[in-house]
Structure formats: C-alpha cells, structure tokens
DNA sequence: TGGTAAGATCGACACACGTCGATGTGACTC
DNA sequence: GAGTCACATCGACGTGTGTCGATCTTACCA
C-alpha cells in the first residue's frame, strides 16, 4: 500500500512521497526513482547537520546556519535549497531574513518508506 | 542516545550505526558522516530495487538480478558490494553462486536515526 | 536617493559515482 | 587438465555534485 504524505514547498507548490515499503516487495523504476531523489537529499553530511539543527529549533534563520556548519554562504544556500526541494524543510521569507523550519511529516513518510 | 547496532558483514568485520536521531539535537561531524555513509549507499534507484527484492525473499542469488535491474553482471556486483559495505545486505558463497540476504536491523537502526 | 545587509544565483573547478567491456579468480564437470 | 560458469575486479568514460568567489536581487534605513 503506498504510503504518500502532501508537502508544501516554498513555492506552493505540492508533491507526494512516496512509495511502497522497500522491504514489502521489489520497487518498481519510478517508486524507486522517487524515494531515491529524497534519500539523496539526505545523503550529505552536511544537510544532515543542517536539518538536524533546524529540526532541533522551531525556526531558524539562515544566517544562524553559516557558522555552526562551518560552510559559505553561497554553499549554506546551496544546501537550504537542496532540502527545501525535497520537502524536507520550508522556508518563509520574513524581511531581510529566511526563517526554516522542519517538515516532520515528511521525515516520517521517509521512515515508513524504509520499512517503518 | 546513540542508537546502534552490530552488523556482520561477508568478511566478518563489525561496525556501529548510528547516531542521535537527526530531529532530537544538531548531529556532531563524526555522527553526521556515518549516517550520510548509509544513506548514500541508499540513495540510487537501482540499489533501492535491488534491497527491496532481497529483502522480499528470504534469499536471491546474484544471477537473479540481472534480469529484474536490467544491468550488467558487473554493475549489478557494483551495488551489491556497495549495500554489503552499509551492512544493508550480507551475501553467503555456496558453490558457484552468491546468496544475499536482507539485514532488516540495519534498516531499522537508520529509520531509527532519521527520527524514528 | 544612496548605502548596507541577507540571501539567491551564476560560473568554474575538483572530485565522486554509475555504467559497462575486458579480464581475473575460484568452483564445478567431464 | 581443459572447458565452462558465476562472480569480482579493473580501466575508462560521461555525468552529477559539493564548494566558493563574484554578482544579482530584494529589503531596510538614513
């Protein structure tokens, strides 16, 4: 049974996630392509970070990321972006600065994706 | 609290995975390169099909890959190699034949780590 | 209007990775 | 021992990706 949850991105726009379990039965080529486009958005050690410190905050401000991951700011934006595609966090534009925060949600359609 | 298990791979090395839950605290470097370590090895559609047809059978021979991935016999020991090294599968030689099997711990413990 | 500050985008570079033909390595059969 | 089969390894190629300096865009303030 696919298990999908609806994520709203930056832009409004929204997509679903995803897929059958991996251990219920064989993926077929767009499931897996999907899942795979989310997991290779996990699959950094510095977005892992990232998120890990976002999620960790209601909100955080991007220009309180730089510092703590030790990256440019072209890179840190870089990153924001990458998981900001894949649903994994939001970001709201609020004056000078953009404030993220997580998306549990799609965190958990992850989980249950990897056999959760 | 880490959250680790043993995994025994086809030469019998052991190693720990891994890591605080992404959600709960900012993850350090060493935590953070682990976890994108396995889920790297995750992130590639063909090895994501290629779990989940070892793991919905108790045992698959590496000949009854080929076929269903639609890849060459050395892509296919490519991704095996690299899901045996993230511990996600283990493989057994009997014969002339390989047998892989599911390590469902493993995936459990990365479920885990992503907030589970 | 001009200046500054935050963040996104661009361009370039080095490096990692998926892929497959060719070849190597054991194991089985005759 | 010769031949064959399953699988691993090697070498090479094209592509994708992380990184950062430079630049552009937008918002704020005097």
Known sequence: MPVKTKVKA???????????????APLDEADATDLAR??????????????????????????????????????????????ADAGLISGERRGKWTWWHANPDRLAAIRTALGG
Request: hydrophobic share 40%; with cysteine; aromatic share 2%.
């Open 38 to 83: 989310v997991l290779s958005a996990l699959a950094d050690p510095v977005r892992l970070r990232l998120l890990s410190i976002v999620a960790s905050s209601p909100e955080v401000c991007s220009c309180d990321l730089e510092n703590p991951l030790g990256k440019s700011q072209p890179t840190v934006s870089h990153h924001t972006k990458v998981l």
């Open 10 to 24: 930056l832009d409004e726009r929204t997509y679903d996630v995803c897929c059958p379990a991996v251990t219920a």
